[in-house]
């Protein structure tokens, strides 16, 4: 790109380049700051997500050990029980990068009946959904976290790229044209003052 020749159509075709690189910059930049916003509220909501499956997980086991029901009654009582382990998942995009959202799904009721079962037995069933609600929340939100991540490695790279070799590069080539039209032109001004000057000393030679 250095070796160019030396015209003024090159020369408008790097300012046009090292305009485009520069707008390009701005953009990695903009972006930059938008993904960090992004991942500073989702690290935050990670913390906020352990912290409350701590909580429920010590809540769900208290609760369940202090259920009344006997170990027969449980053996009959789980296999009737549905677990939904499915997942409801959308996305979003953020500047290029796609960001998985969790949605909850409805609880379902316990299926075993009212005689087999007790009021802290279902009161547990239903803690431990929460629990695995939130650990489901948890899963997504880290990998958002994660394509977060590389989304502002990837643009720190291209940005880095662009503000230390490409733009200087391009800069480079439009002062070496610069100055090679500048040379050009001094010494084309010069080879024509010479020969006007030749011209006027014929002239009173001639006289």
């Known amino acids: 790109m250095h070796n160019q020749l030396p015209t003024k159509r090159n020369l408008l075709t790097a300012k046009r380049n090292l305009q485009l690189a520069m707008n390009g910059h701005d953009l990695l930049e903009k972006k930059f700051k938008v993904l960090l916003r992004e991942y500073l509220?989702?690290?935050?909501?990670?913390?906020?997500l352990r912290s409350e499956i701590k909580v429920a997980l010590k809540k769900a086991k208290a609760t369940l050990s202090e259920t009344k029901v006997n170990d027969k009654q449980l053996n009959r009582i789980i296999p009737q029980m549905s677990f939904d382990a499915s997942l409801k998942i959308s996305f979003s995009n953020i500047m290029g990068v796609l960001i998985p959202k969790y949605h909850t799904t409805n609880k379902i009721k316990p299926l075993h009946s009212f005689t087999e079962g007790s009021t802290t037995l279902d009161e547990a069933?239903?803690?431990?959904?929460?629990?695995?609600?939130l650990v489901q929340e948890l899963?997504?939100?880290?990998?958002?976290?994660?394509?977060?991540?590389?989304?502002?490695?990837?643009?720190?790279?291209?940005?880095?790229?662009?503000?230390?070799i490409t733009i200087p590069r391009y800069q480079k080539t439009i002062k070496q044209i610069a100055d090679r039209l500048e040379e050009h032109e001094r010494n084309e001004l010069a080879r024509t003052k010479s020969r006007l000057k030749s011209k006027h000393t014929n002239a009173c030679a001639q006289t």
């Open 139 to 164: 899963a997504i939100t880290q990998i958002a976290l994660n394509h977060l991540s590389a989304g502002i490695k990837k643009a720190q790279k291209r940005s880095s790229a662009l503000i230390n």
């Open 41 to 48: 509220s989702y690290n935050a909501l990670i913390q906020q």
């Open 125 to 133: 069933f239903f803690i431990w959904q929460d629990v695995k609600i």
